[in-house]
């Protein structure tokens, strides 16, 4: 069963930038679309950004776009999110996860509400982005 785990979260400056991973185990990757999804404090998940599963296309919502970069490798069945210029707004804990189609906003929302109505968000990698 493949299960995901996100990770390298820590506390950083407004202004900063940080590296996140998504490692798979269990099964392969490379036939999936990923996707980075977001909590910040009291609010639900928002999907930020996506992979296709051969690292050809990419997309970002609004509020990252510009800044946040995803990219993968498919040898290492990891998947990463380079967030840059990061700002208090960023704040939150960062899952990956799967999703049900191809990458696009839409199947970011889709997934987002999917996982959250069964409940099975993976383990998270908290950002915190203060002065």
């Known amino acids: 069963q493949l299960q995901l785990v996100a990770s390298g979260g820590t506390s950083v400056q407004p202004g900063g930038s940080l590296r996140l991973s998504c490692a798979a185990s269990g099964s392969s990757l490379d036939h999936l679309a990923i996707g980075w999804f977001r909590q910040a404090p009291g609010k639900e998940h928002e999907g930020i950004s996506c992979i296709s599963s051969s690292g050809a296309s990419t997309n970002h919502a609004d509020s990252v776009k510009g800044r946040f970069t995803v990219s993968r490798d498919n040898a290492k069945n990891t998947v990463y999110l380079q967030s840059n210029s990061l700002q208090p707004d960023d704040t939150g804990v960062y899952y990956c996860?799967?999703?049900?189609?191809?990458?696009?906003?839409?199947?970011?929302?889709?997934?987002?509400?999917?996982?959250?109505?069964?409940?099975?968000w993976g383990q998270g990698s908290k950002d915190t982005i203060s002065s």
């Open positions: 996860a799967a999703l049900l189609g191809t990458c696009s906003i839409e199947e970011l929302n889709n997934t987002a509400r999917t996982v959250t109505e069964i409940g099975s």
